[in-house]
């Protein structure tokens, strides 16, 4: 068989596959929508880049609301590789998405469309092919905001701009980060995802620290939930507590009385590592057992879905180093962070790990009595949480992100079109 009747069948072949929808979740299909698009162009003056599976919609899924709000001022499309992911973007957030086979099928959109504006919410290595557009205005917005070693990637330096949600972003990448002007290229617009999270808090008057605890007289179980990350995709970033105490700090949560417990793993748990997809099987089935063993406990597991749906039912928060820890700041409520298993994982010192307790391998035989020191000594803490959400969080007023948030957009958009004004100007190319 020659090397093109090769190639051919080749072809032939993985079309077959892609058509049968047998391809694994996280492996992109690559089922464009070319003909759709040559035929109804998008209107749209921003692209949300997801060059990403169902696998990582998590990643996407926190910026829906604040994608509708975007959309009703500025139009917008959701474009990326995998025909299942853009399926899945239509139904859960009404917004239009579509599916490109290659990345110079960009072109065809371009020359149709006014678009002047690239958002990304991830660092996905593919995203490169959208930032060959050079007459865009290409902006990171990531999916979240911690201390984890991915915020200060170098390849932040790949886009015009990064949206972050306060200061403490702007001062982490400087410090870390070597040739990138972090306060000329980061743009604050604080974290509209957490508006979610507020909506759901109960009045103040229900603080943990304000309540007795199971047993006393009114009193009744504290929330606590457990959300450990993943176990990250190289050793710097082994922040996860999961294999090492998972199991433990479930077990003595669910054996104090004064507790329940939602247990909520990350969405990517075990997709690396074996013996955490094991590890997340052990905490279910423990959490599954006390929930059958005590119905009246309300111990439950709680995966995927809004994760700022629940930092609003929790009385307190057990986070690995996370986004999650940050945005809890925003109910101001008590948490720990716990300090990774991992000999490898690459912590450098924050004001929020400085700050509040931590979680390690000392504590977590006695978790139970640790946390119910946190609930109950929490009033002295309050004021320095209170400082830490403006630092990492900015303007929390609910829709203030949100308005900021469309507001940036219309800049960067505005810039986009002075730019490629001037260019055409001197004699560029422009936006043809």
């Known amino acids: 068989m020659s090397s093109r009747l090769s190639r051919r069948v080749f072809k032939l072949a993985l079309a077959l596959v892609r058509a049968s929808g047998l391809l694994p979740?996280?492996?992109?299909?690559?089922?464009?929508?070319?003909?759709?698009?040559?035929?109804?162009?998008?209107?749209?003056?921003?692209?949300?880049?997801?060059?990403d599976t169902v696998v990582g919609l998590y990643q996407l899924r926190p910026w829906y609301q604040a994608l509708r709000a975007l959309h009703r001022v500025h139009r917008l499309v959701v474009i990326g590789t995998d025909s299942r992911a853009a399926k899945a973007i239509r139904r859960e957030s009404g917004l239009p998405a579509h599916t490109?086979?290659?990345?110079?099928?960009?072109?065809?959109?371009l020359a149709k469309s006014p678009v002047r504006l690239v958002l990304y919410v991830n660092h996905n290595a593919a995203n490169f092919s959208m930032l060959a557009f050079g007459q865009l205005v290409h902006v990171s917005i990531?999916?979240?905001?911690?201390?984890?070693?991915?915020?200060?990637?170098?390849?932040?330096?790949?886009?015009?701009?990064?949206?972050?949600?306060?200061?403490a972003a702007i001062d982490r990448l400087s410090a870390n980060l070597a040739l990138f002007d972090a306060p000329a290229r980061c743009v604050i617009i604080g974290r509209p995802q957490v508006d979610a999270a507020r909506a759901a808090h109960r009045p103040a008057t229900a603080r943990p620290a304000d309540r007795q605890p199971a047993g006393a007289a009114g009193g009744g179980r504290w929330t606590v939930l457990y959300?450990?990350?993943?176990?990250?995709?190289?050793?710097?970033?082994?922040?996860?507590?999961?294999?090492a105490w998972g199991r433990e700090i479930a077990a003595g949560v669910v054996a104090d009385r004064r507790f329940r417990l939602i247990y909520r793993p990350h969405p990517l748990t075990g997709t690396r590592l074996a013996d955490f997809g094991a590890a997340d099987a052990a905490v279910r089935q423990l959490v599954a057992e006390a929930a059958k063993a005590e119905r009246t406990a309300g111990h439950r597991t709680a995966p995927g879905g809004d994760a700022a749906d629940l930092l609003g039912q929790a009385d307190l928060l057990i986070s690995?180093?996370?986004?999650?820890?940050?945005?809890?700041?925003?109910?101001?409520?008590?948490?720990?962070?716990?300090?990774?298993?991992?000999?490898?994982?690459?912590?450098?010192?924050?004001?929020?790990?400085e700050t509040v307790p931590r979680l390690g391998a000392a504590e977590v035989p006695r978790v139970g009595q640790f946390l119910a020191g946190l609930i109950e000594?929490?009033?002295?803490?309050?004021?320095?949480?209170?400082?830490?959400?403006?630092?990492?969080?900015?303007?929390?007023?609910?829709?203030?992100?949100?308005?900021?948030?469309?507001?940036?957009?219309?800049?960067?958009?505005?810039?986009?079109?002075?730019?490629?004004?001037?260019?055409?100007?001197?004699?560029?190319?422009?936006?043809?």
């Not at 911690?146 to 200060?152: A, N, Q, R, W, Y």
């Not at 330096?157 to 306060?166: H, I, L, N, Q, R």
């Open 227 to 243: 959300a450990p990350t993943w176990e990250g995709g190289t050793d710097s970033a082994a922040y996860s507590s999961l294999a």
């Open 25 to 51: 979740k996280s492996v992109p299909d690559g089922r464009g929508d070319e003909r759709r698009l040559a035929a109804d162009p998008p209107a749209a003056e921003v692209i949300v880049y997801f060059a």
């Open 142 to 167: 990531m999916h979240g905001d911690s201390d984890k070693v991915v915020s200060i990637s170098g390849q932040t330096k790949a886009y015009d701009f990064t949206f972050v949600p306060g200061q």
């Open 377 to 432: 000594d929490d009033a002295g803490r309050r004021r320095e949480r209170a400082a830490l959400t403006e630092y990492y969080l900015g303007d929390t007023r609910p829709g203030a992100a949100v308005k900021a948030f469309i507001e940036a957009c219309g800049r960067m958009i505005a810039l986009a079109e002075s730019n490629q004004a001037a260019l055409l100007r001197a004699g560029g190319e422009g936006a043809a």
């Open 100 to 109: 490109i086979s290659h990345y110079s099928s960009v072109d065809l959109i």
């Open 320 to 353: 690995d180093v996370s986004s999650l820890a940050i945005d809890f700041l925003v109910t101001g409520r008590p948490l720990t962070v716990t300090r990774p298993p991992s000999p490898h994982a690459r912590v450098a010192p924050t004001r929020l790990l």
